[in-house]
């Protein structure tokens, strides 16, 4: 059985409030806009929705390819909380455009990281990132994570979930959905330590081993997760991305050293068990959402995609 799934996390901070306001324009987002507004040249595929069809329809038709646009347009005050959910909206209708083009298969799963859905100023998110399958709503907002579906996928069933993940049953893969906490992203003990928490409460409610594990993870280096991942579950777990060079899916003839806001740190990965995958594709998403006549940054850090044959 094959499924796909993808991962995209907001940038948001650690309000207790878990409205739009937690995530509009935040630091890092106006960085990695910026970064990119350093070059005039288009780059992003932006590809026809449809927002009268659920989101998982495949909309036929070319892309547009736009630039990003002109420097400082993410600061704070330049943009409302109902125009930045719009555009957050239009980059979740994206990432499933992206994904079936990808790996033409509609996405059976979306994960917003960083992102409360079941907050009444997100309700409308349902429309465009899918139905919600599960909110996992700590205290900050930053911690939060929402699980959306769409049309007849795969069935889904959520797991377990702690502080900084969520586990999901997505067909037959046992999915693990994580934003490291920062204070031991870089700790190779504490990671450790972090994955093998989570191993125990994935076996703990008999669902199978974890397939997969994919997010945010903030790591030192690039090798970081697959080694602390293998060592902690005892199993051999391989990058899904091969390379040093990123190269999104809906970025045109344009690759990054990094999946952060400078495009210097591949902090989003996806690793896989070698014992459980048969095949699997990964892609990276943008940052970028269109607005006027280009795109701007809606968070810090590119999504992740993948296609599963378990």
């Known amino acids: 059985m094959a499924v796909v799934l993808a991962y995209q996390s907001l940038n948001s901070n650690s309000s207790s409030s878990h409205g739009v306001k937690a995530s509009n324009s935040q630091p890092f ?7 990119s507004a350093q070059s005039s040249e288009p780059w992003k595929l932006d590809y026809p929705i449809a927002k009268s ?21 993410m600061d704070k005050g330049q943009h409302g909380d109902t125009e930045f959910l719009t555009m957050v909206e239009g980059m979740a209708r994206q990432i499933y455009q992206v994904a079936f083009r990808s790996f033409n298969k509609a996405c059976d799963l979306l994960v917003l990281g960083e992102l409360d859905s079941s907050h009444p100023e997100w309700s409308t998110m349902q429309s465009h990132a899918g139905s919600l399958f599960h909110s996992s709503a700590p205290n900050k907002a930053c911690n939060c994570f929402s699980v959306h579906s769409a049309g007849s996928g795969a069935k889904n ?8 993940w969520v586990a999901v049953k997505c067909g037959n893969v046992v999915a693990v959905f994580v934003h490291v906490p920062n204070a031991i992203a870089k700790d190779e ?3 450790i330590l972090f ?19 994919m997010g945010d993870t903030n790591q030192a280096k690039a090798s970081f997760t697959p080694n602390v991942v293998s060592r902690a579950l005892g199993m051999v777990f391989k990058d899904a991305h091969a390379g040093d060079t990123i190269r999104p899916a809906d970025a045109f003839n344009t690759s990054f050293g990094g999946t952060n806001a400078t495009a210097s740190k591949k902090y989003d990965v996806a690793v896989y068990n070698t014992a459980s995958i048969k095949k699997i594709k990964m892609d990276y998403l943008s940052q970028f959402s269109s607005v006027g006549k280009g795109v701007a940054a809606v968070t810090d850090h590119m999504g992740v995609g993948v296609y599963i044959e378990k």
């Open 53 to 73: 069809a659920m989101p998982d329809v495949p909309i036929h038709g070319p892309a547009q390819l736009l630039p990003t646009e002109s420097m400082d347009y």
């Open 189 to 191: 003990s504490a990671a």
């Open 195 to 213: 994955y093998q928490k989570i191993n125990n409460a994935v076996l703990g409610a008999g669902k199978g081993a974890i397939d997969i594990i």
């Open 29 to 35: 987002t106006r960085m990695a806009h910026n970064h």
């Open 157 to 164: 069933e959520k797991i377990a979930e702690g502080t900084g």
